[in-house]
């Protein structure tokens, strides 16, 4: 099943090829100028200037044989040789009566599946979430979604940042806080079943709120007392060595991080399919430094060990890849390298990193190395970039307090927000309170995921939640709104024994809308392409809009005739299975009622 711009497209570049021109003029594409058409060919003006003739009279020949065109209702040629053009109103229905037939609501799959790893979220053991993390889960969890949706075998992994300096902190800062926990790090406890026991116990009570209040401690003092970082630095070495006290203490740490943060991330309807952590590539460490010094890439530098990236031709000197540091430890892009190597198990066609711009050097190293070494096939590695989501000051956003976001705080927040405004807009009055909380969970959801992925990634924008929480403009909630509506209205529909019929295309409203539910296919395939869902949510909203002036212009429970009133709750049926469908791809749930 192809879109109507892929149909005409068909049709167009066959009155091409009649006319002795290349059928590759025929590319048909949505009408910038919808009042004038609904799809245009551009063709006759490229096709003109290869025959060096006049670019009207190419279109008018080509209008001509398009003349007797059933899918065409009407063709006329604009400016220097745009040809426009105007679907009959039973190819549109013919299209609409198929989307609404189809599960996938009109959007295809691609013909040759890849297989593809997300890499997002990146959350870090201890240290706290921040916007990047925040913008990276949304835009991962959607574009994890839009690949699954065109047919590729996806593979979202949140590279949970478990290893490193931080855990030494944590180590000591445990060990100093509570003697119970310095016996499990120094191993003091009996080998019994008793010293299990207390072992246990004392774990419990190593909490994440614990945690939370230790590495901002331990890191700010780390800064200013040498010896205190001294004491850290042999602690992760002593971790990386296997001491099994540390080990103990490290799994706990990791294990309360995680569960949280599944928690939290889950309640954002977002879930990722693999854990896999910085930990986890250790052990490919030391033979991948050894492989690298003899392929002859490695290169001494200060103490350190370096790879240079380099390459003639760079607009910038982009720095060399510090592998081991000159205190011996690997660093942050030697685990990206080894996770290269880690993630040939899976044979990724593509692998997408989806995190902060601002580390779009760091990428473009480990990359580069990760070629020169031959340890992956050229274009397989992209970096997807994203801007930042900005306080009204301009700079990333803080909280209140000017500290980093926590998480739990930012869906407190929001979903404060969200009880608010349907307690303002008196919606979801009657609902039982657990159905309330878990609409205004949607209604969050929905604000904070839409007002992120409506722009393109590469921007940055204001977090500015009264705007985003909004049930009017451009929001996730009006979305949501909208869709409910929809759910009511068919219903209500059932209630009275009305059914769906066949579509017919008659009145303009009905026109723009079943022309806007041919477009979802292009729409997916350019957040595919682009790797930006912002083409989603921008089909998504429009949808919503085109959707609401048809309800204002079309009676449905009121139409004049059954036949009538069939064919526009298929309309309102369809548009809400692609809506949410579109939704669905942004990682937004409807509710039911509100
Ligand atoms: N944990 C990292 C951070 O907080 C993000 C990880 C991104 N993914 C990667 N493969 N490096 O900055």
Known sequence: MTDLAGALGAAVAAAFDACGLGPEFGRVSVSDRPDLADFQCNGALAAAKAARRNPREIAAAVAERLASEPLLAAVEIAGPGFINLKVSADALADRANAIAADPRAGAERVAAPRRVMVDYGGPNVAKELHVGHLRSSIIGEALKRIYRFRGDEVVGDAHFGDWGFQMGLLIIAASDEDPRWRAIAEETLPATHEGQAQADAALADLRLEVLERLYPMAAARAKEDQDYRDRARRATAGLQAGRPGYLRLWRHFTSVTRVALERDFHTLGIDFDLWKGESDVQP???????????????????????????????????????????????????????????????????????????????????????????????????????????????????????????????????????????????????????????????????????????????????????????????????????????????????????????????????????????????????????????????????????????????????????????????????????????????????????
């Not at 009275?496 to 295309?505: N, R």
């Open 284 to 594: 490919l460490i030391e033979p991948m430094v050894e492989d690298l010094r003899q392929k002859g890439l490695l290169e001494p530098d200060q103490g350190a060990m370096i790879v240079r990236v380099a390459r003639q031709g760079d607009k910038r000197e982009l720095p060399p890849l510090l592998v081991v540091s000159s205190e011996g430890s690997a660093m942050y892009g030697t685990t990206d390298v080894a996770t290269i190597l880690d993630r040939r198990a899976f044979n990724p066609d593509l692998v997408l990193y989806c995190v902060d711009q601002r580390q779009a050097d760091h990428f473009e190293q480990v990359f580069r190395a990760a070629l020169m070494a031959g340890y992956v096939a050229e274009g397989v590695l992209e970096h997807v970039g994203f801007g930042t989501m900005n306080g009204t000051d301009g700079k990333p956003f803080k909280t209140r307090a000017g500290g980093v976001l926590k998480l739990r705080d930012l869906i407190d927040m929001v979903m404060e927000k969200a009880r608010e405004r349907l307690h303002e807009a008196g919606l979801g009055a009657d609902l039982p309170a657990e159905a309330f909380e878990e609409t205004a969970r949607k209604v969050a959801v929905a604000a904070l995921k839409f007002a992120d992925l409506q722009n393109f990634r590469g921007t940055s924008y204001i977090f500015d939640l009264d705007r985003f929480s909004s049930f009017e403009g451009k929001t996730g909630p009006y979305l949501l709104y909208q869709a409910v509506r929809i759910k009511s209205l068919l219903r209500k529909a059932a209630e009275e024994g009305a059914g769906v019929g066949e579509i017919l295309v008659g009145e303009p409203a009905e026109r723009d809308l079943a022309l806007l539910l041919d477009g979802f296919d292009h729409a997916a395939f350019e957040a595919y392409d682009k790797k930006a869902p912002n083409f989603i949510a921008e089909h998504a909203y429009r949808l919503a809009q085109t959707f609401s002036r048809f309800y204002a212009a079309c009676p449905v429970l009121a139409a004049p005739d059954a036949a009538t009133r069939g064919s526009r709750l298929a309309l309102a049926a369809a548009t809400l299975r692609q809506l949410e469908a579109a939704l669905g791809l942004l990682g937004i749930e409807t509710p039911e009622r509100m």
